[in-house]
């Protein structure tokens, strides 16, 4: 483990895009769902969402500023297509509470559905 802890010092950092860096809610990604979040992510902010963006491509080890990433915002949303190992991993290592929205059925995000979600926890108070 002590090896590949240390292999998280070659990794680079983790980038969010949060324009104004005023989003209270972030959404995360890995694998082939960046296309869907990234034009969810597009819909919600023409419609005045304030929403980040971030996608993982290192998962073990993380990034080494994942938990300080995940702790800046107030909500933090990982679609999966799967039952949601990711949301799982996250909860445990860094005890922030995720927001998982996992679809199993071997399709892929649609935008519009996606953004329907951001819409719904952005508006959450």
């Not at 010092?9 to 969010?16: A, G, M, Q």
């Not at 969810?40 to 304030?50: C, K, L, Y």
């Not at 929205?101 to 519009?112: D, H, Q, T």
């Amino acid at each position: 483990q002590g090896k590949i802890d240390a292999i998280a010092r070659d990794i680079p950092e983790l980038e969010v895009d949060d324009p104004g860096g005023e989003a209270d809610v972030l959404v995360l990604g890995w694998g082939g769902t960046y296309g869907s979040i990234a034009a969810a992510v597009r819909r919600v902010r023409r419609a005045g969402g304030r929403v980040a963006q971030a996608h993982l491509r290192h998962l073990n080890p993380f990034p080494a500023n994942l938990g300080d990433v995940l702790r800046r915002y107030e909500r933090v949303v990982v679609p999966e297509i799967n039952l949601g190992q990711l949301a799982l991993l996250l909860r445990g290592r860094f005890l922030v509470d995720v927001i998982g929205y996992n679809k199993v059925r071997g399709l892929p995000f649609k935008a519009e559905e996606l953004a329907g979600v951001l819409q719904e926890v952005i508006d959450r108070d």
